[in-house]
């Protein structure tokens, strides 16, 4: 390249925007949900905000707007998404270092990021949003940057345990624990995405990540449901993780969702969470919290709606139909709009754009949105 790589991006972007106009031009979206979520939730600058709670923004939530962005063939709001969390989460070299996780308002008033920590999961959505918005778009300039994320994943976000196998840690700082444990976020391996990245980077750790965290599973899902962290000690075992108190809700929801959007890997999984579904048929909805020890749901009747929002793809995957039926005319009838909760929406999104036909994955983790032949 004739021009320093850390401008490349941007300075093309602005020249785009300049010009009014986008190469290879491409239809308006056709993804009525994402437009309401948008609008609902994305700045005009592109800043994705969790208005449920003190109107931060994440890299997380950035990743996933760039999803969904791609899934709607929404390349001007991709673009803007993605040069807010540039400039903002990584002080405009996105690439060159990893996105801050947290930003928001800080105790003196003003905003900007509140933590420099990062976290695996957004890094990771970030890095295949690009590599497939090259790929679907025919732009290769985006492929540079996320070939350069993903190197930084390597490098400062993955972990050898015990036994010699490479883990995913949930981010940079503080998930390395003393006695050669490290503490994981299961939700943060989706099957889909690591078959992807063992295709496009086959000399990477992905493939053997994703065949350590199958081999876990059992010591993972002992109880059916799945933990939102747990550690894995010196000898490469999953163990809970005894210095928080057991928890099965937010984060693990997203493992049902993944294991149900993956396809072919993931039928192990599928069998061994068909607890957390028995728990939602006999309750008649699936439960906020369980017990990942025993697989026994707590004490309350609060259900997200984004819970089963999260559980459509998993549903269809198992063949339950009349679970599946249910929970989406509880998604069907929920007054979504008149809600502020970003994550139940950022759920439902992914779960119903995936049984309407929005998007799927092929065998190598490729992305195959309704628009595209590619």
């Excluded at 994705?48 to 923004?57: A, L, W």
């Excluded at 900007?112 to 679907?136: F, M, P, Q, T």
């Excluded at 503490?183 to 086959?202: C, K, L």
């Excluded at 249910?326 to 992914?350: A, I």
Aim: with cysteine; hydrophobic share 40%; aromatic share 12%.
């Amino acid at each position: 390249m004739t021009m320093d790589r850390r401008h490349c991006l941007k300075l093309t972007l602005g020249a785009w925007a300049l010009a009014g106009v986008w190469p290879n031009a491409l239809a308006a979206p056709d993804w009525p949900a994402w437009e309401a979520f948008a609008g609902r939730f994305v700045q005009a600058d592109g800043r994705v905000i969790d208005i449920t709670f003190d109107r931060k923004s994440t890299s997380e939530g950035q990743s996933y707007g760039l999803f969904f962005a791609l899934v709607a063939n929404d390349r001007a709001r991709f673009d803007t998404i993605l040069k807010w969390t540039s400039d903002n989460l990584a002080g405009g070299r996105l690439g060159e270092r990893l996105p801050a996780w947290l930003w928001g308002q800080r105790a003196d008033g003003g905003w900007g990021v509140k933590d420099e920590n990062s976290a695996a999961d957004g890094d990771l959505w970030i890095a295949y949003a690009l590599l497939e918005a090259a790929r679907l778009w025919n732009a290769p300039a985006y492929a540079e940057n996320g070939r350069r994320l993903l190197a930084l994943v390597r490098s400062k976000e993955v972990a050898v345990n015990g036994a010699g196998v490479p883990v995913l840690l949930s981010g940079t700082v503080g998930f390395r624990l003393d006695k050669g444990r490290l503490r994981i976020n299961p939700s943060y391996v989706p099957g889909f995405m690591f078959r992807y990245f063992a295709t496009v980077d086959p000399q990477g750790p992905w493939q053997a990540i994703w065949e350590g965290f199958l081999a876990m599973a059992p010591q993972m899902f002992a109880a059916g449901v799945a933990p939102d962290n747990l550690v894995v000690d010196a000898a490469g075992r999953a163990i809970p993780d005894t210095e928080r108190p057991p928890s099965a809700s937010y984060d693990g929801i997203r493992v049902y969702l993944w294991a149900g959007v993956s396809g072919a890997g993931s039928e192990t999984l599928l069998k061994q969470l068909a607890p957390y579904a028995a728990l939602t048929r006999q309750r008649g909805t699936p439960p906020e919290k369980v017990d990942p020890l025993t697989g026994v749901a707590q004490r309350g009747d609060y259900s997200p709606i984004g819970y089963s929002g999260a559980l459509l793809p998993f549903l269809k995957a198992t063949g339950d139909t009349a679970l599946l039926e249910q929970q989406r005319d509880r998604v069907r009838r929920s007054p979504l709009n008149s809600t502020s909760n970003y994550y139940d929406q950022v759920l439902v999104l992914f779960g119903t754009g995936w049984i309407e036909g929005h998007y799927r994955f092929d065998a190598q983790g490729r992305l195959l949105p309704r628009w595209s032949s590619r």
